[in-house]
């Protein structure tokens, strides 16, 4: 079984940075995209940025220029560092794996627990 823990959230200023962290693990044998979507209430869940296993990134508009995406593929981590925040940010944001092989086969888009952010003065 794989699970995905995550760190990072909290409380910033406007115009300040957090940096999200997400760590795979399970006997793990390969992980294909990753990365994170985010939900605010009353809103759809939506994509903020996914990293493939070349490095290959994608971006939500609303986050180019202020969001990077990484990942290090020694211990199946993602990254997401978020500078000039806005409060429109803020929202409970999840990592995602969209697939990921393990000893027990092949898994699709597994969920992390949800880390809140929050974007206030």
């Known amino acids: 079984q794989v699970q995905l823990e995550e760190s990072g959230g909290g409380l910033v200023q406007p115009g300040g940075s957090l940096r999200l962290s997400c760590t795979a693990s399970?006997?793990?044998?390969?992980?294909?995209?990753m990365g994170w979507y985010r939900q605010a209430p009353g809103t759809r869940r939506e994509l903020v940025a996914l990293?493939?296993?070349?490095?290959?990134?994608e971006y939500a508009d609303s986050v180019k220029g202020r969001f990077t995406i990484s990942r290090d593929n020694a211990d199946y981590t993602v990254y997401l560092q978020m500078s000039r925040l806005k409060p429109e940010d803020t929202a409970v944001y999840s990592c995602?794996?969209?697939?990921?092989?393990?000893?027990?086969?092949?898994?699709?888009?597994?969920w992390g627990q949800g880390t809140q952010v929050t974007v206030s003065s």
């Open positions: 399970g006997s793990i044998l390969f992980v294909d995209r």
């Open positions: 995602i794996v969209v697939r990921v092989g393990w000893s027990g086969g092949t898994s699709y888009n597994v």
């Open positions: 990293i493939g296993s070349d490095g290959k990134t």
